[in-house]
Nanobody, 115 residues
Framework: QVQLVESGGGLVQPGGSLRLSCAAS????????MAWYRQAPGKQRELVAR???????NYADVVKGRFTISRDNAKNIVYLQMNSLKPEDTAVYYC?????????WGQGTQVTVSS
């Protein structure tokens, strides 16, 4: 049974930082492309950052220079370090594991950026 469990969300002031974690089980983690998506109220889910099995990564333009995705294949965890957070980063953040179009989703973790 595949499980992706996100953690690390919460309430943070503008300019602050959070680190999200996604712990994976039930998959051969190191061969999967891992990604973070987010969905704000009334908006479509969008890709935030992706990291391939080879470690190569890409980011949405709106988070470049502020967010960093990384993975620990020994622990089966993917991280999203989020710095300089803005109110527009407020959303539910979802972890995704994908290989050849077969994908799995976590349950999501809420990130709220507000003063």
């Amino acid at each position: 049974q595949v499980q992706l469990v996100e953690s690390g969300g919460g309430l943070v002031q503008p300019g602050g930082s959070l680190r999200l974690s996604c712990a994976a089980s039930g998959i051969i983690f190191h061969i999967y492309t891992m990604a973070w998506y987010r969905q704000a109220p009334g908006k479509q889910r969008e890709l935030v950052a992706r990291i391939g099995s080879n470690g190569r990564h890409n980011y949405a333009d709106v988070v470049k220079g502020r967010f960093t995705i990384s993975r620990d294949n020994a622990k089966n965890i993917v991280y999203l370090q989020m710095n300089s957070l803005k109110p527009e980063d407020t959303a539910v953040y979802y972890c995704n594991a994908d290989i050849s179009g077969t994908g799995y989703w976590g349950q999501g973790t809420q990130v709220t950026v507000s003063s």
